[in-house]
């Protein structure tokens, strides 16, 4: 059984930062893909970014030049640096590991407010 913590969510003014973490743990394929999506209150779950475990990166349009996916194979933990926040970036932020099955994790919310 795979499990996903994520970490780092929180409130931020609009223009500011935040880095998101997701560790796995559990038994899961060495390649595989994790990533984030986000959903807003009324919208679906949409894409934010996936890094697989070769580092092939694919970014939504609506984050590219401001967010950054970055991982650490060896602690099984993916990174999303998250510049220039926008209040249009509210939203719960879940971590995603595409390994044979996906899991998914809790979720973090991200508020971007003044």
């Known amino acids: 059984q795979v499990q996903l913590v994520e970490s780092g969510g929180g409130l931020v003014q609009p223009g500011g930062s935040l880095r998101l973490s997701c560790s796995a743990s559990g038994n899961f394929f060495r390649l595989n893909i994790m990533g984030w999506y986000r959903q807003a209150p009324g919208k679906e779950r949409e894409l934010v970014a996936t890094?697989?475990?070769?580092?092939?990166?694919d970014y939504a349009d609506f984050v590219k030049g401001r967010f950054t996916i970055s991982r650490d194979n060896a602690k099984n933990t993916v990174y999303l640096q998250m510049n220039s926040l926008e209040p249009e970036d509210t939203a719960v932020y879940y971590c995603v590991l595409k390994s044979g099955v996906i899991t998914w994790g809790q979720g973090t919310q991200v508020t971007v407010s003044s």
């Open positions: 890094l697989t475990s070769g580092g092939t990166s």
